[in-house]
């Protein structure tokens, strides 16, 4: 099945709430929920005999709890272009359906999924599961009313007993609501977060600890950058002696770029300053090398290509830097442009179209 990543700007995505519902619904329900929901109705055989009691009062409060419910959340003014008329009907369809499955007091699967449908409801035209919390407190405030005119008039429960279990019954209700937010949120950010992954735009852990960049150091990263940062006003000058150096060593190179190689010295002077800035992260980073190396194969570029752009760049580096070369400076510059070209050559190997050694 397709997955969907619901953000509420995008809510007309789904043509209705059935295929939203049909869409979300088997994510929203965990491994044990239902089990977890039996026993917070039975922590004592005593609930289960006394909501027998509450029933007949929950069937006869059955048309006033639907549209106190609708009522309290159209007046929000927040909810009401995601709360018309039409919203409002369907809503209290759903939730009539669901208070009949409260009223069986079995709190079995049925009970389950007329909660998550309300929920799943609610999501879709983003009604806030606060405004639900302040709908239970009117209706649990004019239940207590209800249910205390009947008791005292037939006198068959004692009405504190009868408000514990309403109480308790309502909030074990909203707790099964708030769920079906708090899970569908974890889950589209999961679904979210796997995208960006697949798509290389975020790796995941394992990914960035196997990743060259990795092995490179907070101190060498550092250097990197401030020594790059020292011959930035000079940077063009720098990308010159860099290319008469790289044709110096593989005149083969030559034709692989355009007659005028001012364009060219301005891109590779961006391309470095971004990933040395960037070079504290990696998880930001990583993808945009690997789109780089990816790149690179329709340019024809082959293996040995790297070794030998890398002891151009470190011998223009040398000479640019002067006094400041040192060993710990050549270390940390061997380290970056290393981990940058294995990261290069990985993505073309990993593309299916490696890069020819």
Known sequence: MQQYILMMEDIDLF???????????????????????????????????????????????EEQWSQLIIEHVSRSRSASEAFDQKHAA????????HVLNLYSGNFDDDYLESVEEVALFMIYRDIKSVWLAGAYQLILSEMIGFVFENTEKHRLVKLERVVRLLARAIAIEMNQIQRVFTVLESYRLNVFITDLQSGGFLRSRAARRKSPMTEVTPRQVAIVQETFRSIAPVADLVAKKFYNRLFELDESLRPMFPEDLTPQRAKLVKTLSVAIERLDEIELIVPEIEALGRRHIEYEVMQPHYDTVGQALLWTLERGLGKSWDDDVAEAWTAVYTALSKTMIQAAEQSGQPAAS
């Open 15 to 61: 043509e209705n709430f059935d295929e939203f519902r049909d869409c979300y619904k088997e994510h929203v329900r965990p491994e044990g929920t239902l089990d977890r929901l039996r026993r917070a109705f039975e922590i004592d055989v005593e609930f289960q005999e006394s909501f027998q009691l509450l029933r007949p009062y929950i069937r006869q409060f």
């Open 90 to 97: 369907a809503f209290e369809y759903i939730y009539k359906r």
